[in-house]
Every structure is written in structure tokens, then in C-alpha cells.
């Protein structure tokens, strides 16, 4: 038999994940040294080996990976015994969440006003970020919920440490100037694909802080071989509109945008793209009252 300390299993969870002890040491706001000191005493606590030299740095062993694993399930599990003690406590706390604008907008304000005046022991902190910036966010324990989103075409790889919560999806389309779209005929449109090659000598519109939309735009455009010259990126969807109108590119948007004079969003199917918005937190934390709170809210919004 042995004994551990749990709180130590986080370093060596956070090395499996990140690779290095520096960025260990980044996400838990400590040094390189206390992270290897932490998962040396781990070692000892174990009686086994957890670490092996890896040129520069240092790699887990067997034992360390199958440990490492473990430890995942554990923390959720200590995370989960902690917040749900007293599961008929009020919702009371600050939640932290960090969102794209659309998910803000749409989802999380209406909640918001909700709780100020049904919960008002509920504050919510709002972040503005792209998907990527607010999971490393999450992992960081930085903030407790991210509001996320990716295309149907190109898939988040989301690993087990984050809980996931579908909140909404919406078709895209291909934002042209509505004179193009008149030429190229609406009520024959091609297949998604070759919409696109309908603009291949266009200059294309991406995002500037996501690469999903580049990513799906290089996947539609390979089946008709050609590759979008993407030379403006912006991730305000108004101003893909402005760049649009102005006749400097094209871009994908919402089929759902409100119309404006002069723009036209082509439908893409065959395949379809459809736009997906998640709610993800750390596994083992939605159990908090407060967050819980806000997660059910969002349900019932679906």
C-alpha cells in the first residue's frame, strides 16, 4: 500500500497534457522547479519511476501515463465530492466565461438577465475570446465555463477533461456581392464545392483569430481543386459584410444574418455546413451550484 497526495497528481496530469515542465509550470502559475520537485515526491509517494530524461527535457514512463491517467478521473472525482457537499445550497459565487460574441449575445445575455433579477447572489464575468483562446482559458482554470464553436466539416478534438454541452447550431453560407450571386444564378446553385470555384479567382475573407473557417474553406475548395487565396482575415462578421460590399473579397457567414442591400449569402450543401456552439467546462465542475445554475439555464434555451 501507499499514500499520495492528490493535490500532487495535478502536476503530473498537467505533464501528460502539456509535455514540458515549463508549460506545467505556465498553466499552474508556479516554477520548473516546484513541478519537478512536486512529481518527484509524487515518484516517492508511488514507489515507482514516473519520469524518464528525453534529451533536454523529460517524457512519462509506463507507470507515469497510466498514472497520469488515472489522475484525471481522480481530480474530476475530488472536484466533484468538493462542490456537491451541500448540493441544496443557494447558487451564489462569481462564474467566470470567456465566449465567442454570437454565443454571448444569444445565449449567455438573456441568462444574465435572468439571474440579476431570480439570483441576483449569481455574478457572471464576461470574456470575450475565439474557441481556441478560451479552452487554453479553461485549462488554465482561468475561467469556469467556454462558450465554443466549430464547423460540422472540421471538428474540434476535445479530450475528456472538458464536459461538453451542445447549445446550437446554424447552417452557413458563402457571403458574395448579391450582382455576383444574380449572375451566378440562385435557383441552380451548384454544390458547395462548386460554389466555391465559383469565386476561385476572388480574393478570400477569413478569420483572424480561428483557423476553423480557413479550414473548411481549403477542405470545399480541394474537392474542385483549387486553393482559396485567402488575403483579408477579420473575426467580426460585420465587418466580413463591409470587406464583402466593398468588393474586396468574399467569405463564409451566417445564413441567418439580418439582409443588407447589396450582399447575398449563398447556401452550401452537398455537403451542408453548419455551424456548432458549445458550452464547456473542466469534468467534475459542474456541480458548483452557480455554474450549474447557468448550464441548466442554457438547456432550457436550446
Do not use: C
Request: aromatic fraction near 4%; hydrophobic fraction near 45%; proline fraction near 6%.
Amino acid at each position: 500500500m501507499f499514500s499520495m497526495e492528490t493535490r500532487r497528481l495535478q502536476y503530473l496530469y498537467e505533464l501528460s497534457r502539456t509535455g514540458s515542465m515549463r508549460a506545467v509550470a505556465d498553466v499552474l502559475g508556479t516554477t520548473t522547479s516546484t513541478v519537478s520537485q512536486q512529481i518527484a515526491q509524487l515518484s516517492r509517494e508511488v514507489g515507482v519511476k514516473l519520469l524518464a530524461p528525453d534529451g533536454r527535457g523529460v517524457r512519462l514512463t509506463p507507470a507515469g501515463r497510466r498514472l497520469a491517467e488515472h489522475a484525471r478521473g481522480i481530480l474530476g472525482a475530488v472536484d466533484a465530492a468538493r462542490l456537491d457537499l451541500d448540493p441544496e445550497a443557494a447558487p451564489s459565487g462569481t462564474v467566470r466565461v470567456a465566449g465567442f460574441a454570437t454565443a454571448i449575445r444569444t445565449t449567455l445575455m438573456p441568462i444574465i438577465q435572468q439571474l440579476a433579477s431570480d439570483h441576483p447572489a449569481v455574478q457572471i464575468v464576461v470574456l470575450e475570446l475565439e474557441p481556441a483562446e478560451a479552452l487554453q482559458r479553461l485549462a488554465a482554470d482561468d475561467i469556469d465555463l467556454a462558450l465554443t464553436y466549430d464547423y460540422n466539416l472540421a471538428p474540434d478534438t476535445i479530450g475528456p477533461e472538458v464536459d461538453t454541452l451542445q447549445l446550437w447550431s446554424t447552417p452557413w453560407g458563402l457571403g458574395v456581392p448579391a450582382a455576383d450571386a444574380a449572375r451566378l444564378g440562385a435557383g441552380a446553385l451548384p454544390e458547395a464545392a462548386g460554389v466555391l470555384a465559383a469565386f476561385r479567382e476572388r480574393d478570400w475573407i477569413g478569420n483572424s483569430r480561428n483557423i476553423a473557417d480557413e479550414t473548411v474553406l481549403r477542405l470545399l475548395s480541394s474537392m474542385t481543386g483549387f486553393s482559396p487565396r485567402v488575403r483579408h482575415h477579420a473575426d467580426s462578421l460585420d465587418l466580413v459584410e463591409d470587406l464583402v460590399l466593398a468588393g474586396m473579397g468574399v467569405g463564409l457567414l451566417p445564413e441567418n444574418r439580418p439582409a443588407r442591400e447589396g450582399l447575398s449569402i449563398l447556401p452550401l450543401h452537398r455537403p451542408d455546413l453548419q455551424l456548432r456552439a458549445f458550452a464547456r467546462t473542466r469534468a467534475g465542475r459542474s456541480a458548483w451550484p452557480a455554474l450549474a445554475l447557468v448550464l441548466q439555464k442554457m438547456r432550457e434555451l436550446r
